[in-house]
């Protein structure tokens, strides 16, 4: 039986903060393929999250047996490469300073001192963006919002495969998340995060050519369709509807006007992406690198509004 075994192999799955959103899933699909799974969490985030894990509000059983646990959580903030690029006040705020080093330079010197110095990763997930004006019209967008998206949500995944690619071991994999505003018009993605995105998807080509001829590993990126998790539920509301209801939220209605447009009159799901990164990660997808996957239920592929 063909089947997608990542038995003996460990994943860093970097943006997971609670199960409402892709980083979970992938974590769980991961780990249901056999995978260990580490993870980074942005440090605002962790103490809740680690509340919730404690509390068991996140108990997430796997298929096959077993629960979902995490080898590692690492405090990690991917808008830093080296910890002297943390600035004084982020460090010393009460967030970050029991964390010490939350850099990404900082997460492979966890990794070594955890695992020792020779690679111990075999995937490697981004699936985290931050866009600080991502609710503002790209006309209305400053310099520092644009290049903190485009930062935060797309430079992060290539310092990532810069400083974590010596860590992977050969034939290893990287994934990242992107969206279709990458190529086309979605207003109310702003604040340069559509830019984000689409250097996203553009690095992930020429980052697959760079570190498969340097490592050997795979670079791919997933465009997913909509999916009201905790970081898209905050992009923004959505215009009123003429029935006097409630206005829906951006993702609210991203996933309404999807479903009633897509070849598959459905919501994407975060277990559907999910098992298409446990796909790309393991020898099943030994073929493809520095591609754009999309799992939208087709919708990138229509013309025309039909509904
Ligand atoms: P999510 O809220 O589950 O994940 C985003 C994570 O990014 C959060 O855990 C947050 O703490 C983390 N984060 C933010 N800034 C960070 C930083 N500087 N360093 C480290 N972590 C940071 O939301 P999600 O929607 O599952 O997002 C995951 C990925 O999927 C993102 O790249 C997002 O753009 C992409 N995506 C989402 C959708 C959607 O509709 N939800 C669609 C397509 C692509």
């Known amino acids: 039986m063909l089947s997608i075994d990542l038995t003996g192999k460990r994943a860093l799955v970097a943006g997971v903060a609670d199960d409402g959103g892709f980083g979970f899933a992938i974590a769980k699909a ?12 942005w440090p605002p985030a962790l ?7 404690r509390r068991g509000k996140l108990d997430t059983a796997l298929a096959g047996g077993g629960a979902l646990e995490f080898e590692k959580i690492y405090p990690f903030d991917a808008e830093y490469d080296t910890f002297d690029d943390v600035p004084a006040d982020v460090r010393e705020s ?75 071991r050969p034939g ?29 998807e553009s690095d992930t080509r020429v980052l697959a050519f760079e570190a498969g ?22 992009i923004g509301k959505g215009e009123a509807g003429d029935d006097g209801k409630k206005p829906q939220s951006f993702v609210e209605q991203m996933i309404d006007y999807c479903k009633a447009n897509s070849p598959l009159p459905e919501a994407i799901t975060a277990r559907d992406v999910a098992a298409t990164v446990a796909f790309l990660a393991s020898p099943l997808g030994a073929g493809i690198t520095g591609s754009v996957i999309y799992v939208d239920k087709g919708f990138h592929t229509m013309g025309k509004a039909i509904a």
């Open 30 to 41: 991961l780990a249901e393929a056999g995978a260990t799974v580490c993870v980074g969490t």
């Open 172 to 200: 290893g994999s990287f994934l990242s998340l992107s969206y279709m505003a990458s190529e086309r018009v979605i207003p109310g993605y702003g604040g340069g995060m559509s830019s984000a995105k689409a250097a996203l």
């Open 47 to 53: 103490g809740i999250f680690q509340t919730l894990l």
């Open 213 to 234: 001829r340097a490592w050997g590993h795979r670079v791919n990126c997933i465009s997913a369709g909509p999916l009201a998790s905790r970081a898209a539920s905050a």
């Open 94 to 168: 009460k967030r970050y300073k029991e964390h010490g080093d939350v850099s990404i330079d900082g997460c492979v010197a966890r990794l070594k001192s955890d695992f020792g110095e020779a690679p111990c990763l075999d995937v490697v997930v981004h699936s985290l963006a931050n866009g600080p004006e991502v609710g503002r019209d790209l006309l209305a967008t400053s310099r520092r919002g644009y290049l903190g998206a485009v930062g935060a949500s797309a430079y992060s995944h290539v310092s990532m495969v810069q400083r974590l690619g010596p860590m992977v």
